[in-house]
């Protein structure tokens, strides 16, 4: 059973920083794409960032790109969002989400696992 447990979340104002983290556990966690994305109050889910098996290829959605960092630690399990220059516009429950494959992926359908979301709001 693969579980994602997001921790970081909370209250910022514009401009500040959070550092959002994922552990996950149910199977290897170095042999999988891994994703980041967001669901603002009545609007959609979307892709916000994406890191291949090994940390060598990432992807973000433009509005997020030089703002937000993703990484991760295979030896802890662990995948990480920096989000610093946060903006109003980013309020969202954040969710961590775990690929089919390898490789990275900005598409919604391409995960199977996810966790149970983290709040992000940022103030004006």
């Known amino acids: 059973q693969v579980q994602l447990v997001e921790s970081g979340g909370g209250l910022v104002q514009a401009g500040g920083s959070l550092r959002l983290a994922c552990a996950a556990s149910?199977?290897?966690?170095?042999?999988?794409?891994m994703g980041w994305l967001r669901q603002a109050p009545g609007k959609e889910r979307e892709f916000v960032a994406t890191?291949?098996?090994?940390?060598?290829?990432?992807d973000y959605v433009d509005s997020v790109k030089g703002r937000f960092t993703i990484s991760r630690d295979n030896a802890k399990n662990s995948v990480y969002l920096q989000m610093n220059s946060l903006k109003p516009e980013d309020t969202a429950v954040y969710y961590c989400?775990?690929?089919?494959?390898?490789?990275?992926?900005?598409?919604?359908?391409?995960?199977?696992?996810w966790g149970q979301g983290s709040q992000v709001t940022v103030s004006s």
């Open positions: 890191i291949s098996y090994s940390g060598r290829i990432t």
């Open positions: 989400a775990q690929a089919y494959g390898a490789t990275s992926s900005n598409k919604i359908n391409d995960y199977i696992y």
């Open positions: 149910g199977r290897t966690f170095s042999n999988y794409g």
